[in-house]
T-cell receptor, first 114, second 110 residues
């Protein structure tokens, strides 16, 4: 199993541009999570999906952020327009809901907005 | 609204046991204790979880006090590769609202 796959690994973009982060969860996992990590705020849960349906997006910082999960094997996190304060490492994780076991995290996308 | 309290940092000598404490005095009866770690620049990695009995796997042991208000993660023979930030989290078994605190930065020294 290749694990949770995120792309790109690094993204540098200019303020005001649209940014799309991608995630492929582990096959068979039906829960997917997006986290953001910064030095100031640590790891923050942004949104999570169960069976492709968004369950809790209360962690999404602003309307500039949106997330979709069109099918069980793919999710995107979009920032439009991007701002320098969005610079962070964004992690995607997946799990089998109701198993109670741990989440498997991807390697993250390091986003820099200049 | 932190549910857990951990020391910000700890050191451990290579080859010795690393004992990482966590206080969770307000834990509910249906909440489990989970431990994750994050090695520099990588995504967090699941280590172990438990409800009230002590648990052991290939990575670590988890000791939960009888009143469940605190726990200790034990790495029996720490190596340099165990240097990481260790997070203690309490959550209901299949509740997907898992939130991380600041964790403990463990440094294993030669």
């Amino acid at each position: 199993d290749a694990g949770v796959i995120q792309s790109p690994r690094h993204e540098v973009t200019e303020m005001g541009q649209e940014v799309t982060l991608r995630c492929k969860p582990i096959s068979g996992h039906n829960s997917l999570f997006w986290y953001r990590q910064t030095m100031m705020r640590g790891l923050e849960l942004l949104i999570y999906f169960n069976n492709n349906v968004p369950i809790d997006d209360s962690g999404m910082p602003e309307d500039r952020f949106s997330a979709k999960m069109p099918n069980a094997s793919f999710s995107t996190l979009k920032i439009q327009p991007s701002e320098p304060r969005d610079s962070a490492v964004y992690f995607c994780a997946s799990s089998l809901q109701a198993s109670g076991y741990g989440y498997t995290f991807g390697s993250g996308t390091r986003l820099t907005v200049v | 609204d932190a549910k857990t309290t951990q020391p910000p940092s700890m050191d451990c000598a290579e080859g010795r046991a690393a004992n990482l404490p966590c206080n969770h005095s307000t834990i509910s009866g249906n909440e489990y204790v989970y431990w994750y770690r994050q090695i520099h620049s990588q995504g967090p990695q699941y280590i172990i979880h438990g409800l009230k009995n002590n648990e052991t796997n290939e990575m670590a042991s988890l000791i939960i006090t009888e009143d469940r208000k605190s726990s200790t993660l034990i790495l029996p023979h720490a190596t340099l590769r165990d240097t990481a930030v260790y997070y203690c989290i309490v959550r209901v078994y299949n509740n997907n609202d898992m939130r991380f605190g600041a964790g403990t930065r463990l440094t294993v020294k030669p």
